[in-house]
């Protein structure tokens, strides 16, 4: 490593001798040139400069276009996303609104069934009820026992009044 320094060292001695050696020619010298100064080289420079700025300015200009076209192409997916998602949340309310109302028919039809079930029941009960007044008459009509007869009828006619089956009431006035 001392060797390279030493070797920067004289390769920096020599060059300053140099430019010393130079500078002292050009003031011996009693007759200097004047500086020469080409135009066309500084013209052409000057060109070089202009294209160069130019290049960079269309370099930029591309680039800004690019960059417009990037935010643009962005701010229209971000618009995308967020129409998607109002769809989407839309979607979930409506199905979660169907489910719900699926639910409620379900319930209705099992309620509708119950109550179908619960009137066919009653019914039944009634329609028991109404032939078990009309046997009640017949046996009384049969043992001439008229108190209880006329109670049987009562029965089948209250029995009646309140929903029974019409049908029966012609077998009950042939008793």
């Given at each position: 490593m001392k060797q390279n320094q030493t070797h920067t060292t004289d390769n920096s001695a020599d060059h300053t001798r140099e430019t010393d050696q130079a500078v002292a020619d050009r003031q011996d010298g009693a007759e200097?040139?004047?500086?020469?100064?080409?135009?066309?080289?500084i013209e052409q420079m000057g060109k070089d400069v202009i294209e160069s700025v130019q290049c960079l300015h269309e370099l930029l200009a591309?680039?800004?276009?690019?960059?417009?076209?990037?935010?643009?192409?962005?701010v229209e997916?971000?618009?995308?996303?967020?129409?998607?998602?109002?769809?989407?949340?839309q979607q979930a309310i409506?199905?979660?609104?169907?489910?719900?109302?699926?639910?409620?028919?379900?319930k209705q039809a099992d309620t509708a069934v119950k109550q179908s079930t619960a009137v066919k029941n009653f019914?039944?009960?009634?329609?028991n009820d109404v032939e078990n007044a009309i046997?009640?008459?017949?046996l009384a009509s049969a043992a001439g026992n008229s108190q209880l007869f006329d109670a049987a009828i009562a029965d089948i006619a209250?029995?009646?009044?309140?929903?029974?089956?019409?049908?029966?009431?012609?077998?009950?006035?042939?008793?």
């Open positions: 200097m040139e004047p500086a020469v100064v080409d135009v066309e080289q591309a680039r800004s276009e690019a960059l417009e076209a990037c935010r643009s192409a962005v997916q971000a618009s995308e996303l967020e129409q998607q998602q109002q769809a989407l949340e409506q199905l979660e609104m169907a489910d719900k109302q699926s639910t409620i028919e379900n019914s039944e009960i009634e329609q046997q009640t008459a017949e209250r029995l009646l009044q309140n929903g029974g089956n019409p049908s029966l009431t012609a077998g009950a006035q042939q008793v």
